[in-house]
């Protein structure tokens, strides 16, 4: 069965940290760009972050560049979403999506067009408390 797994999500406060996990089984992530998505409660799902299949570009909406780092290892068949001065506003379901194609090699998949990602992870939740 081909899955991407989130984890790494939970309840932390302001300006706390938190790393979530994407992790795939059932296929390879060495030919799939990642993106990371968020939906909170009544809100439509936004893109977050994407990083490329080699790993060397990565694009952020601006509301967490600065803050949030993505991060790749192949071997692992593991993408990371290190978010750090987490602020009340990024409390949502975050999901990891899996983008195929050597378009991708160097450049990450857009965050906007979601029609590009072949799968899609089950979403882990995170909750950032005042």
């Known amino acids: 069965q081909l899955q991407l797994v989130e984890s790494g999500g939970g309840l932390v406060q302001i300006g706390g940290s938190l790393r979530l996990s994407c992790a795939a089984s059932?296929?390879?992530?060495?030919?799939?760009?990642i993106g990371w998505f968020r939906q909170a409660p009544g809100k439509e799902r936004e893109g977050v972050s994407a990083?490329?299949?080699?790993?060397?570009?990565?694009i952020y909406v601006d509301s967490v560049q600065g803050r949030f780092t993505v991060s790749r290892d192949n071997a692992k068949n593991t993408v990371y979403l290190q978010m750090n001065s987490l602020k009340p506003e990024d409390t949502a379901a975050y999901f990891c999506?899996?983008?195929?194609?050597?378009?991708?090699?160097?450049?990450?998949?857009?965050?906007?067009?979601?029609?590009?990602?072949?799968?899609w992870g089950q979403g882990t939740q995170v909750t950032v408390s005042p």
């Open positions: 999506a899996a983008a195929y194609g050597s378009s991708w090699y160097y450049q990450p998949a857009s965050i906007v067009e979601t029609s590009q990602y072949d799968y």
């Open positions: 059932g296929f390879s992530l060495e030919h799939y760009a």
């Open positions: 990083i490329s299949i080699r790993g060397n570009s990565a």
